[in-house]
């Protein structure tokens, strides 16, 4: 099994920055792809960026539009969600999710692990 605890969320005015992070624990050597995604109330939870171990990274780049970066530290099996420019149709739950796949995917279905999300909220 693999644990993900999300944290760095909070409330930030529109421009500003938050530098989310993944602390990954347990079983860490399958967790081959990490992700981000996102949700809002009502709305299905969305993709916004991927990265492998080997340091290989997708993005959606209708979300990110150069605003956000996805980036890692193995040895602490931690991953960050850089997130700078922020909007207030950026405030969701942001969730980390893990995947026993060297291979990317934007589906929710395809990831194996979890966190329990943290709240980003952006004022206007």
């Known amino acids: 099994q693999v644990q993900l605890v999300e944290s760095g969320g909070g409330l930030v005015q529109t421009g500003g920055s938050l530098r989310l992070s993944c602390a990954a624990s347990?079983?860490?050597?399958?967790?081959?792809?990490m992700a981000w995604f996102r949700q809002t109330p009502g709305n299905e939870r969305e993709f916004i960026a991927a990265?492998?171990?080997?340091?290989?990274?997708?993005l959606d780049k209708d979300i990110v539009k150069g605003r956000f970066t996805i980036s890692s530290d193995n040895a602490k099996n931690t991953v960050y969600l850089q997130m700078n420019g922020l909007k207030p149709e950026d405030t969701a739950v942001y969730y980390c999710?893990?995947?026993?796949?060297?291979?990317?995917?934007?589906?929710?279905?395809?990831?194996?692990?979890w966190g329990q999300g943290t709240q980003v909220t952006v004022s206007s």
């Open positions: 347990g079983r860490t050597s399958t967790t081959y792809t």
């Open positions: 990265i492998q171990q080997s340091g290989g990274i997708t």
């Open positions: 999710a893990a995947r026993k796949s060297f291979t990317f995917s934007l589906l929710v279905s395809e990831y194996d692990y």
